[in-house]
């Protein structure tokens, strides 16, 4: 059981690493220990905070003993009521980071979380039907972000005639975004009958969903030079303006070849930072997972379950299930599920913490 004495030494021997010079070339441990570190500093300050107000009490009870004058022990009496006070309120606090510290994952800290994700959804095997599933995850991605109370953009599409995408891209920001999305990386499966079915028989498809971190600009910044920009007129499904004005946006980093189209946007400016965003991302994923490769098979393997590529879920609409292959859990009430209900699913990822 982790106390408030425990806690303020752990703290004190991660300092004292922490200080070691032979740290700074093993940035894995460095990382781990800083992370700790953050974990245990709001605990300790506000230990502290109390072992100051108890010293002051002290101090004042010492007057009390001395018999000073009167105006004296009236003050000493009143402050030390005071201080019993706020000690109440102070301890009622610590308790809850106490407890707050014993639920939270060791060595996460959602402080140096992202607050904002970009999530690429595309159609994958099942023609139409792949692609209208990719819709479906679409909406199921923006109905849960209006009941978290995140703020979302779409920030490109390539929409099909009868309401699918084959691809789409948007921006997702609010608190805890990353901690509650960053699984939702891989390969979605879909089994049931297409509304194009006549025969009534159930069909598999499949839509792949990526989860990029979307950078801060103390994290990576892009350089304008390594950039090559081209317009070209907007194609697709989208109104008057579609094919007539120049509004598409490409944006080519040259040093990794990596290019993102944007069009969605009327305003080729808005399409131009569209694509940055999304190119960003892309690139910060990118130098994160170079940096991984220099990590533990431990750490690897914590990791590997967020790669696109695996197959994490299915959607069974016969069954009215939905299961996640990695934590081997299914989930009923499937049409609440696809209008966004994904907490019980969300939760049971992170309480599991590694997939």
Request: net charge neutral; proline share 3%.
């Amino acid at each position: 059981m982790l106390t408030a004495e425990n806690a303020k030494k752990q703290y004190e021997e991660i300092l004292q690493q922490l200080s070691s010079p032979e740290l700074l070339s093993n940035y894995d441990k460095f990382e781990e220990l800083t992370k700790e570190k953050n974990r245990l500093e709001k605990i300790v300050l506000k230990y502290d905070e109390l072992q100051d107000l108890k010293n002051r009490m002290e101090e004042n009870k010492e007057i009390l003993k001395s018999r000073e004058d009167g105006e004296l022990i009236s003050l000493a009496e009143e402050e030390i009521q005071q201080l019993q006070e706020k000690e109440k309120i102070i301890e009622k606090e610590l308790a809850a980071l106490l407890e707050g510290a014993k639920l939270a994952p060791k060595g996460r800290d959602n402080s140096l979380a992202p607050s904002a994700v970009i999530v690429e959804i595309r159609a994958g095997t099942g023609g139409d039907e792949a692609a209208l599933f990719a819709g479906d995850l679409f909406k199921m991605y923006s109905k849960y972000a209006v009941l978290q109370g995140w703020k979302q953009e779409t920030l490109d599409s390539n929409q099909i005639g009868i309401g699918g995408f084959k691809e789409v891209v948007l921006e997702i920001k609010g608190k805890d975004v990353w901690q509650k999305m960053q699984y939702e990386g891989g390969v979605h499966r879909v089994q049931r009958i297409p509304t194009t079915e006549k025969a009534g028989r159930v069909h598999t498809s499949t839509a792949s969903v990526a989860v990029l971190p979307k950078p801060k600009e103390t994290q990576f910044k892009l350089n304008p030079r390594d950039l090559r920009i081209e317009v070209s007129k907007a194609t697709g499904p989208g109104g008057q303006n579609v094919n007539k004005r120049m509004t598409a946006v490409r944006v080519v980093h040259l040093p990794t070849g990596i290019a993102v189209d944007s069009h969605t946007e009327r305003n080729m400016q808005q399409n131009k930072e569209n694509a940055i965003s999304i190119l960003s991302a892309k690139l910060f994923e990118k130098q994160e997972m170079a940096r991984l490769e220099t990590l533990s098979e431990k750490r690897k393997n914590q990791i590997k379950g967020a790669m696109r590529a695996e197959k994490i879920r299915t959607y069974n609409f016969p069954q009215d299930r939905v299961t996640d292959h990695r934590i081997k859990k299914s989930f009923h009430n499937i049409e609440g599920i696809m209008d966004g209900e994904l907490d019980p699913i969300v939760g049971a990822l992170n309480e599991n913490g590694e997939v």
